[in-house]
Structures are given as structure tokens and as C-alpha cells.
């Protein structure tokens, strides 16, 4: 029986987004709220274990569900749960943003933050515990003041939800089945698109094949002119196409992206249907005078998952198969969707991505959505261009920074 995994919070996301982008109130923290979140999480969870002696806090919850001939493992832990009568259930969530999250909470009773809170009672009585009361609370990352907000909870109907849900994760399963075996049999008609490699380049397409296989790093020195983008990006493909995998190129410089990019029309000339998707940076490719991705200043976040289902966008940059920057500047702007965030809703659907070391390897810019955790992560080949930068980029991604700006007083006396 095919069986997925999920963890409760993603199992509550929507399986088709749909309103405006609003990076504030982002279900995946950036690193640094991420790790001043953990603190401020521990830190409560243990003042409430003071007060309540009986208190259990990172209960694991675990339940497989079926539906038809179709299974998926849904594990998680609640953050606190009090024991009593009416045992109280609660999901600690810090934020920057704490009365925009408030906010966004009495718009939308089906947040997923209350959706995860509800599923986490949802899973606990089905070992016939007796329905919890179910909060939230919300920590300010900023001076720490904590608001407590009661989500209802009728079982029943979150039942009829929760089968709705699987339903939906069974048909993108589904889905993504269909669309691995289509990419193992571009996989298997996949030839080189020249005529010979060039002397070297032969040494290097073996190489770069082995070392794959065999899961293995391998650090390449090479002239100019061998070909080497082509004879690392083929067996990658290779791979990634059997294996149904991804292939990140990562490249410092625009020409390089260029480079891949030529490779990847070249094969689809030959008759072979791989897509490549580029990525740009944010601030280089906003069309706004600031970055400010929030749907009250930004009128491309506004209604953008709107806008980006009726627009057919996702499926013209499939079409077109090698995704350039310009190909999605051109399509936002027909749509007035977000570019960046356009590119990497596309990115989900490429078998290569092409962008900056910063989208695979930065601390505080990796794409949580491709490296958010270990299995994530297992489905990436990296293919790094020119790695001699990466000590450079290292010491500049580890160092703290401070500009001359930030130093600038507000006021300035001579006396
Ligand atoms: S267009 Fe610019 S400001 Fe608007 S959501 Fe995109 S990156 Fe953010």
C-alpha cells in the first residue's frame, strides 16, 4: 500500500494555497526567529511546568491514516498538554509579528496554526481521551508578552475535514507518481546532445556518473573550454531523472546561469523534456521601490495565489521548459504576480534549478521549502560552479556584520 509521511503541521497546510502572500506571517520562520523561537518556547513550556505539576509538554502523537489503498504516517508533538476533566491542549507560537498573527487568526478560523492545534486533539482522541480545550498561545519575540486564544474544536467536524485533507494529499500523491515515472522515462531516452565529448570531457561525464552513484563528493579542477557544464549537468540529470530527484547549479554568476541554461535548451531541441527554473535574488528582481512583501504595500502579494491559479502561469513556465529570469519577469508582470515568489513556486516542478550558492548552502537564504529537513535534503544533487568562492562566501555568511549606517546616531551634538 503506498504510504506517505507527514508531520502535523504540514499535513494542515492547504493543499492549494489560496490569498495574498504576507512574508510576516510566513508558516516557516527565517533561521534567526527559528532559533530565538526554540529559547523563548523552552523557556515557557518550562514556567508552565511549574505551575502546573501534572503538565506534559512534547507529547508525540502518532496515527496512521487510510484512505482507498492509500496510507499516510502523521507523527507530531504538542507542545503542552495539561491533564484534567477537560484537558487543556496548547500550541506555543512565537513571532515578530505577534498582532499581525492575532490578527490573521480571527480572520481566518481555518489558519493552519489553528488547524495544527486542532489536529494534534483530533489525533489525541482517537485513543479515547476526552476532547481537550484547544489554545494557542502567541509569544512577541520582541518583549515576550504572551496572548492565550481558545481555538474551538468540534471533533466531528474536523473529522470531515481531516478525511477531505487525506483525500487531497492521496490525489498529490498520486499525482507525483505519475509524474516520476514520466520523469524515469525521460531518464532513460536522455543522450549526450553532441555529436563527441570533447577530449576530458569524457573522463569528467564518468566521473561526475560515479560519484553520484555512489553518493560520494567529488571536487573537479578543469581548463576553460572542456565543457564542463554540460558534462556535470548530464549524468545529473541522469540521476535526478531516475532517481526522481533535483539538481541544483549553483553558480555565482549570471553568465553561468546562461550556460546551464543553453545546455538545458539544448536538450530539449533533442527531443528530451527536462525543465530548468532560474532563481534570482529577491532584491534584484522585486519591481517594487522597497522589498515589503505584505499585502498592504506590496500590490503584487495582494491576492497573488489568486491571481497565480487563474493566471496559468506555473503551467507556461513548465511549457516553456527552460524557465530564464526574463521568461518570469515577463509573466509576472503580465499577471502583476510576485517574480521571486512565481520562481519558486515553480521550482517545485524542475528537474534543475539554477541560482546563487545562497539558495542551498546560506545559513539565513536556504530554501526551507528544499532543505527544511533530512529527507528534504536527500532529494538534492548539488552541482557547485567555481567552489574556490565558497570559503569567501562561508567567512561572509559566519562573520557578523555591522554598517557604518547602523552606527549613525539619531541626533548628534557638538557642544
Ligand atoms: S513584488 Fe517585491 S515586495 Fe512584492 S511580494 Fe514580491 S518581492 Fe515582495
Known amino acids: 500500500m503506498p504510504r506517505i509521511t507527514r508531520s502535523v503541521r504540514d499535513f494542515v ?65 504538542v507542545d503542552v498538554l495539561i491533564p484534567g476533566v477537560v484537558p487543556i491542549l ?80 492521496h490525489r498529490q500523491h498520486l499525482e507525483a507518481v505519475a509524474r516520476a515515472a514520466e520523469r524515469t522515462a525521460t531518464g532513460l531516452g536522455l543522450h549526450f546532445p553532441f555529436d563527441a565529448p570533447r577530449p576530458g570531457q569524457e573522463r569528467l561525464l564518468a566521473l561526475v556518473e560515479e560519484s553520484l552513484n555512489d553518493q560520494a563528493r567529488l571536487l573537479v ?3 576553460t573550454g572542456l565543457g564542463k557544464t554540460a558534462a556535470v549537468l548530464y549524468p545529473g540529470l541522469q540521476k535526478t531523472l531516475a532517481d526522481d530527484l533535483r539538481v541544483f547549479y549553483l553558480t555565482p554568476r549570471n553568465s553561468q546561469h546562461s550556460v546551464a541554461e543553453a545546455f538545458v535548451r539544448r536538450l530539449r531541441e533533442a527531443g528530451h523534456p527536462v525543465r530548468s527554473i532560474t532563481l534570482r535574488a529577491k532584491e534584484r528582481i522585486c519591481p517594487q521601490a522597497e522589498v515589503h512583501c505584505h499585502p498592504d504595500v506590496c500590490p503584487r ?3 497573488y495565489y489568486d491571481r497565480l491559479k ?30 521571486f515568489e512565481l520562481s519558486l513556486d515553480a521550482s517545485r516542478h524542475a528537474d ?29 544533487i548539488l552541482l557547485i560552479d567555481e567552489a574556490h568562492n565558497l570559503p569567501n562566501r562561508a567567512t561572509a555568511w559566519f562573520s557578523p556584520a555591522l554598517e557604518v549606517a547602523q552606527l549613525s546616531p539619531d541626533f548628534a551634538f557638538d557642544l
Open 13 to 77: 497546510l492547504p493543499l492549494e494555497p489560496s490569498g495574498s502572500l504576507d512574508a510576516s506571517l510566513s508558516f516557516q520562520l527565517e533561521e534567526d526567529a527559528a532559533a530565538l523561537g526554540i529559547r523563548l518556547h523552552t523557556k515557557v513550556q518550562k514556567r508552565l511546568a511549574q505551575e502546573h505539576a501534572e503538565l506534559q509538554s512534547e507529547r508525540t502523537v502518532l496515527r496512521t491514516l487510510e484512505h482507498d489503498d492509500f496510507e499516510c504516517l502523521v507523527r507530531g508533538r
Open 90 to 169: 496548547e500550541e506555543i507560537k512565537t513571532t515578530f509579528q505577534p498582532q499581525g498573527l492575532l490578527r490573521a487568526l480571527e480572520a481566518n478560523p481555518f489558519h493552519p496554526f489553528a488547524q495544527q492545534v486542532r489536529m494534534y486533539a483530533w489525533l489525541l482522541i482517537q485513543t479515547s481521551e476526552t476532547a481537550p480545550t484547544c489554545r494557542l498561545r502567541v509569544i512577541s519575540l520582541l518583549d515576550e508578552i504572551e496572548t492565550v486564544v481558545e481555538v474551538p474544536f468540534d471533533a466531528e467536524a474536523f473529522s470531515v475535514w481531516v478525511e477531505a485533507q487525506l483525500q487531497g494529499l
Open 221 to 223: 579542477q578543469a581548463p
Open 301 to 303: 502579494a495582494k491576492g
Open 310 to 339: 487563474e493566471s496559468c502561469a506555473l503551467a507556461r513556465l513548465a511549457e516553456a521548459g527552460c524557465a530564464d529570469s526574463e521568461l518570469i519577469q515577463e509573466l509576472a508582470d503580465e499577471f502583476n504576480l510576485c517574480p
Open 352 to 380: 534543475v534549478i539554477i541560482g546563487d550558492y545562497n539558495y542551498a548552502l546560506s545559513p539565513s537564504a536556504t530554501l526551507v521549502r528544499f532543505f527544511g529537513d533530512e529527507a528534504a535534503q536527500a532529494k538534492n
